[in-house]
């Protein structure tokens, strides 16, 4: 648990709004893990699996949550600072467009893929990574490289 959390926590930041709705996702999802670990195959990595799961999650909690929508002037006056918040337009297309980013994540080489999703998404320092992966740190920092220059060139082709 203590390896994973970073990663689980970073995500639940990332879409929660409070900090104790994301610890408590945090919670919710090692325990749906934990319940649901006979069906790990060991196709892709445990982090993999573990992150895809928390991604559901996050899906399936917002889909529960029927946008409010109000009229302009209802809006206006209930929200005089309307245009500082975002649309439910933007959030949706901020969600699509993350969507994209983890699709063209996971094309990437294994190689590749391990330093980003351990850097960015678990928020571990390159040394952690270096010893982790047995590898340089000058590696590292290339290989996060090509694979960042990988996923800018795959997005302008989607």
């Not at 790990?40 to 996050?58: D, K, M, P, V, Y």
């Not at 009229?71 to 337009?89: I, R």
């Not at 590898?135 to 090509?146: A, Q």
Request: hydrophobic share 35%; net charge positive.
């Amino acid at each position: 648990m203590k390896r994973y959390q970073g990663m689980v926590f970073s995500q639940a930041q990332k879409a929660f709004s409070t900090q104790e709705e994301a610890e408590d996702f945090t919670q919710e999802i090692f325990l749906k893990a934990y319940e649901a670990l006979s069906s790990f195959r060991g196709e892709a990595q445990f982090s993999t699996w573990l992150f895809q799961i928390a991604r559901n999650e996050i899906s399936r909690h917002f889909k529960k949550k029927k946008p409010v929508i109000h009229t302009l002037d209802e809006s206006h006056e209930s929200h005089p600072n309307t245009m500082s918040h975002p649309s439910f337009a933007e959030d949706l297309a901020k969600e699509e467009e993350g969507n994209l980013l983890r699709q063209l994540i996971s094309r990437l080489p294994l190689v590749y893929q391990k330093p980003i999703l351990l850097h960015y998404f678990e928020n571990r320092s390159l040394k952690e990574i270096s010893l982790d992966m047995n590898i340089k740190i000058n590696t590292i920092k290339s290989h996060i490289s090509r694979g960042k220059d990988l996923i800018r060139k795959w997005w302008q082709h989607e």
